[in-house]
């Protein structure tokens, strides 16, 4: 199968070269979405395959890495093409190795994920799928770029905060919060950009399927003064020659493919990150935006490392956070749970937690492994109501995430008086 | 002195290579503030020297294109590694050649020039000198990434909007409102990512230096529907095997060193972008913001290609905007500036002229040629009030236009009632 495609791929590179270079693609190749405004490639068929294109004259040695390696060819036009295999649909991080440098293609808009940004395909739904994060004409509300001083960090940090569209016309109203995680690699931008949180929020609150609420996305890469940003240092490694150690336990590599038993595994919970969000982050939220208080008006989710870091923050901390998510990444599911001791004993009292406890909520790609589906399961066995939701088809992918994100919101902060 | 200083680097290149690849640069070579986290190169030099390094195991030749070019050479660690010559302080865009492939370093964070994502490094100025560019403990306000529709264009269009710190508590208070525009190849993210025109404004305003105002930050390149995003198709030539063709006539490369005569001569003024201002940006902006109404209440300013369609733009409605600004770029000083018909004649009459536009103000580096203050003079010669600036030491790039800003925008909405 892959080498009938590749094939097919040289074939169709060649029927395009000739005296102009500049040719188009086949109209059924499509520009990738994500692609800078005018570039033709990468390309995307109906089939799901993709083309990429690259000017590199003398290079040797190229080569495509989207999960896995397809090596391009030197074309008699004097470029480098390839067509992949039929990608599955959704976001797709990507690099080019050129004689062994791993870069970006510059033919597309860059995405911060695995330390570093990135180049990215989306492989496009059909419509029906895709609606639920598409732009629409219903009300929109914004994404803000706040910064802010952080006492434990020592530093300026970033955030941005989704407010909804009534935010401000509706200038009595105060609106439940809910803290927002990415991924291993991944920073305070991904959800806005790889996830259109933004967009999937409007369009639910349009159809009165979500309560209108404050949406906060910061950076869980959180260190103390002195201390250095260790967990991007694995990528960075790309830039430091030295060999890029595996993720950190737990942290599945943002946007790669995820093999069977990925889904945060293992707690990589930062205790900074906890400490500078209840200290810094949360009191400037609240003080600056209309947020209504107290713990049923908070709730918190993220996704693979960030999934660990709600559940490492959440659960210690009920008293403040009364809903929870994790997508792809809950800090359960690597056997070894005992509902009487995991998690601090947190669910040993089923009754008491699931009172305070308004939804927990375990999402995971169905390509992901049964991991998040065992951990329900144990948590269903020990009397802990949650929630389970597997993505068809999907990996360890922003897909899988939107696909969470939107099973989620319309659950949040329902039961409030 | 070129061939004194590349010595230098290599001689430092040797010294740190060893078995242990991955050391760190001398603690004198500051790690670049827009690396990635954790990459320790492209760093700084207290003269300026900026010290690259980058992974390209089986490439034959690397080059850093920073205005010119400069040769890496690989060591004996086998990493490739370039000091460069000195270099002015600010913000320049650069990308790397490897085997002739030209792409973003990995090592930096990536920004929108020359219509796609290159790599930047900043060269630090004295404290003193970059105080009002750097974040203090200030009220802050925020940047709003604002989606709506044009009628116009027919797509979904992004703006950024800043609204200044107090304007989500003085909830009664209307502000004044100043479109800024990016230059050619850049985006509607340039004036806050690479300008850093929302920090500016905030200190502006804790010194009591500016007024608050709302800022509206669109993209310049407006086609209509089935027309291409041509401006852009210069870089993306880049990845679609075609020469790169010289910009668009009064549109200077951004980011790139100014040769004399740069700064936005010529028009290069797209009609359709002033439709789509009129028709649908300024609407919303008024119906969505507390925007306060009147052309007394709105200025217009922009760098390079977005200062000449700033002239273009509000020269031919001046009954709309009573503010003018062009950094680097005013679609005049080409010679053949003749006051009576020049711009439709809007020159004409200078009193008439000088009651209605309260600021007129040019500004230029002052590496980018007599043009602007040619202009500047055949304007004052005319009688018409303007207001001259000159970046002392620098060229067409952000630099420039973040002094530009931090001149201009003190001068703005003082004479309204």
């Known amino acids: 199968m892959k080498r009938h495609i590749l094939l097919a791929g040289l074939a169709c590179a060649c029927v395009w070269a000739g005296p102009s270079a500049s040719e188009q693609p086949p109209a059924d190749c499509k520009p990738n979405v994500l692609n800078i405004p005018g570039a033709p490639y990468p390309c995307v068929y109906p089939d799901n395959r993709v083309t990429f294109r690259v000017v590199a004259p003398d290079a040797q040695k190229l080569r495509v890495r989207l999960g896995q390696g397809f090596d391009m060819s030197k074309e008699t036009d004097g470029l480098w093409y390839v067509t992949t295999t039929p990608q599955v649909?959704?976001?797709?991080?990507?690099?080019?190795?050129?004689?062994?440098?791993?870069?970006?293609?510059?033919?597309?808009?860059?995405?911060?994920?695995?330390?570093?940004?990135?180049?990215?395909?989306?492989?496009?739904?059909?419509?029906?799928?895709?609606?639920?994060?598409?732009?629409?004409?219903?009300?929109?509300?914004?994404?803000?770029?706040?910064?802010?001083?952080?006492?434990?960090?020592?530093?300026?940090?970033?955030a941005y905060i989704y407010t909804p569209p009534d935010y401000d016309t509706n200038t009595k109203a105060k609106y439940p919060v809910l803290y927002l995680l990415h991924g291993w690699g991944e920073n305070e931008q991904g959800w806005h950009v790889q996830g259109h949180v933004d967009v999937i929020m409007d369009n639910l609150i349009a159809e009165k399927k979500a309560k209108p609420m404050i949406i906060v996305m910061d950076n869980l890469n959180t260190v103390k003064p002195g201390e250095s940003a260790a967990l991007y240092h694995a990528r960075g490694a790309i830039t430091q020659a030295v060999p890029e150690p595996p993720p950190p336990p737990g942290a599945a590599p943002a946007g790669r493919t995820g093999?069977?038993?990925?889904?945060?595994?293992?707690?990589?919970?930062?205790?900074?990150?906890?400490?500078?969000?209840?200290?810094?982050?949360?009191?400037?939220?609240?003080?600056?935006?209309?947020?209504?208080?107290?713990?049923?008006?908070?709730?918190?989710?993220?996704?693979?490392?960030?999934?660990?870091?709600?559940?490492?923050?959440?659960?210690?901390?009920?008293?403040?956070?009364?809903?929870?998510?994790?997508?792809s990444g809950s800090g359960g599911g690597r056997g070894g749970f005992d509902p009487k001791t995991s998690n601090g004993g947190v669910f040993a009292d089923a009754a008491a937690f699931n009172k305070k406890v308004k939804v927990l909520f375990l999402g995971i790609g169905s390509a992901e492994g049964p991991g998040?589906?065992?951990?329900?399961?144990?948590?269903?066995?020990?009397g802990i109501k949650n929630i389970y939701y597997q993505s068809p088809g999907t990996a360890h992918e922003w897909l899988t995430w939107r696909r969470c994100f939107k099973e989620f919101a319309p659950l949040l902060f329902r039961q409030v008086n």
Do not use: C
Not at 98 to 118: H, K, L, M, W
Not at 372 to 382: G, H, I, N
């Open 89 to 158: 649909v959704g976001f797709h991080y990507y690099t080019l190795s050129i004689d062994g440098a791993v870069v970006a293609d510059p033919a597309t808009r860059t995405f911060f994920g695995s330390g570093f940004y990135n180049s990215a395909i989306e492989i496009p739904e059909p419509a029906a799928d895709s609606d639920y994060y598409s732009l629409k004409d219903v009300p929109r509300g914004v994404v803000r770029q706040r910064w802010y001083q952080s006492k434990v960090t020592g530093n300026w940090r970033r």
């Open 259 to 327: 093999g069977p038993g990925r889904g945060g595994r293992g707690p990589m919970v930062s205790n900074v990150f906890t400490e500078m969000m209840l200290t810094d982050l949360i009191p400037m939220v609240e003080r600056t935006y209309r947020a209504a208080p107290g713990r049923e008006n908070r709730a918190m989710a993220g996704l693979s490392m960030g999934g660990a870091q709600t559940f490492g923050t959440a659960l210690s901390n009920l008293d403040k956070f009364a809903y929870i998510g994790g997508f």
């Open 372 to 382: 998040t589906k065992t951990f329900s399961e144990q948590l269903t066995q020990a």
